[in-house]
């Protein structure tokens, strides 16, 4: 069962107290020529997932949240989404939980929030066209509020294990507003430059040596730039630039 709030937000909340994904949701909302923006926001997802299809464990506690926009750039500029609402979500865990050093809160590649090196929320940006052709973008946000998953090949953290227990409904108010500044401040692609020079200053591994994962494949090298496309543009230890457009990151090279 749903049903709509505002509340003081700048948009339209729809709750859910439990749904398969609010992605999948929101994607199905446009493709049934959904016209306005709007939050969908789940107690608990029996299917949440990240990027390529894996998985997100959704606990009780947690922020489960999707942001739905019609047509909110030309295509070719959706990706660029995904550095929009980094910059949004690390303005909103600040704003929600101060007790927190901002110095040790770093943007992952493309996707993830760390904080102290425990990933501690993720974003997972999904686009195209609606029946009519304009195009069309989900933002969903997987925040670990009060709960953070044990068994997982990475470190992850809560808010709540790094003594800032913040409610749901607290972080969602953060994150609308910040999402409004952030959405504005990108301007449909046109205010990029502006984004990328904020997120690049915040980025994990900005300047160092990491590793990428692009499925069999490991690529080592210096992460010097993203492109305006929002690419990594990675120097190999041979001296050739590469751009990686996808790939899961993590400092140095293991041993």
């Known amino acids: 069962m749903a049903h709509y709030e505002f509340q003081g937000s700048t948009v339209p909340i729809v709750r859910f107290t439990q749904i398969g994904s ?10 049934r020529g959904e ?3 709007v939050w969908l926001v789940a107690d608990i997802q029996t299917a949440g997932r990240g990027r390529r299809g894996r998985p997100w464990t959704s606990e009780l506690g947690n922020l489960f949240a999707t942001l739905v926009l019609p047509n909110p750039a030309p295509v070719a500029n959706l990706a660029q989404l995904c550095f929009v609402a ?10 929600a939980a101060p007790q927190i050093a901002t110095d040790n809160m770093k943007l992952k590649w493309p996707n993830d929030l760390l904080i102290d090196g425990g990933k501690v929320a993720g974003i997972l940006v999904e686009g195209g066209t609606d029946p009519h052709g304009r195009p069309a973008a989900v933002i969903g946000f997987g925040v670990n509020c009060l709960h953070h998953p044990e068994d997982l090949p990475y470190k992850a953290t809560s ?3 790094l003594g800032a227990p913040t409610a749901p409904d607290r972080m ?3 994150l609308d507003l910040a999402m409004a500044v952030r959405l504005n401040q990108w301007n449909a692609g046109a205010g990029f430059p502006a984004i990328r020079s904020d997120w690049m200053r915040h980025a994990l591994g900005m300047g160092d040596q990491v590793s990428v994962k692009i499925g069999e494949r490991e690529v080592v090298g ?5 492109d305006t496309r929002g690419a990594m543009m990675l120097r190999r230890r041979d001296g050739v630039a590469e751009i990686i457009t996808a790939g899961d990151v993590s400092l140095g090279k293991p041993d």
Do not use: C, H, K, Y
């Open 222 to 226: 210096r992460f010097e730039n993203i």
């Open 22 to 31: 609010t992605n999948a949701e929101g994607m199905a909302r446009l493709q």
């Open 35 to 37: 016209t306005f923006p």
């Open 159 to 161: 808010l709540e294990a």
């Open 86 to 95: 980094g910059l949004a979500l690390r303005d909103a865990v600040i704003s």
């Open 172 to 174: 969602l108010e953060a």
